[in-house]
């Protein structure tokens, strides 16, 4: 059985188990967490999160993509949320990619040149860092609460960066 199909399969084990819920559409904690896409990154497990507590807004990299920022906006301004985590993590994709060769790959094969950007960097402390720099001076975001973080994908620790004057 091919992975979409063993994974909508399971889908009738979770219905029996998750019953009706009417949860409110706004996060109960009122917190967005800004994270990587990797599989690896159990948020709910590591955090302890119930569904219903916090936006999460995931993306290679867990950057302050326009995307990333349009979902944080629409977070606070319609939906409640006051405070932020940036949570990246150890041995990610992006840390250390070779972006040129990554583009060059995508111009052979499309036989279109690539001018895109993926957000490659060199140490992820630093970029969480600058993730909440730019975080903050987004001027259409609310600045109650940014906090930064690196989570050990080995262990599961989360480690706060401090953030200086983020």
Known sequence: MDPISEFVSHNTD???RHGVRQLPTEPQKR???LTCMDSRLDL?????????????IRNAGGLDTDDAVRSLILSQR???TREIMVIQHTRCGLEGLDEDSLRDELTTDTKQTSTREFGSFQDVYANVRLTAQ?????????H????????DVDTGEIVEVDLGNS
Not at 44 to 56: K, P, S, V
Not at 136 to 142: M, Q
Not at 144 to 151: H, K
């Open 31 to 33: 917190l967005a967490i």
């Open 44 to 56: 709910f497990g590591a955090l302890g999160l119930d569904l219903g507590e916090a936006h999460i």
């Open 144 to 151: 109650e609460g940014l906090r930064g973080f690196v989570f």
């Open 14 to 16: 979770y219905v029996a």
């Open 134 to 142: 730019r975080l903050n001076a987004e001027p259409e975001l609310r």
């Open 78 to 80: 319609k939906l409640g």
